[in-house]
């Protein structure tokens, strides 16, 4: 069975960071791209960044770019975001996803893992 497993998030300072971990099992991880995605209260899922399977073709979303960083090591099945200088507005649950985002947002998940940023 597919699974994903979030972690690394927690409650950071304005212009704080934080480094989320999605650890994947049970399928072929270095043959997957895979997503980050997150949900604000009262919002939709929102894509945050996609990176190919062998990490080297990445895309973030206008609101992070420059600011969080996608990566993976396919060694040990897992994948990363690098949130830096982060903002009120960046508060979510943030989820990893497998594969290219769909547009049906029916991607599996993970439970997540919560980010607020707050002073």
């Known amino acids: 069975e597919a699974q994903l497993a979030e972690s690394g998030g927690g409650l950071v300072e304005p212009g704080g960071s934080l480094r989320l971990s999605c650890v994947g099992s049970?399928?072929?991880?270095?043959?997957?791209?895979m997503t980050w995605v997150r949900q604000a209260p009262g919002k939709k899922l929102e894509r945050v960044s996609e990176i190919s399977s062998d990490g080297t073709s990445i895309y973030y979303a206008d609101s992070v770019k420059g600011r969080f960083t996608a990566s993976r090591d396919n060694a040990k099945q897992t994948l990363y975001l690098q949130l830096n200088n982060l903002k009120t507005e960046d508060t979510a649950m943030y989820y990893c996803?497998?594969?290219?985002?769909?547009?049906?947002?029916?991607?599996?998940r993970g439970q997540g893992t919560q980010v607020t940023v707050s002073s």
């Open positions: 049970g399928f072929i991880f270095d043959k997957q791209p």
């Open positions: 996803a497998q594969g290219w985002w769909s547009p049906s947002a029916d991607n599996l």
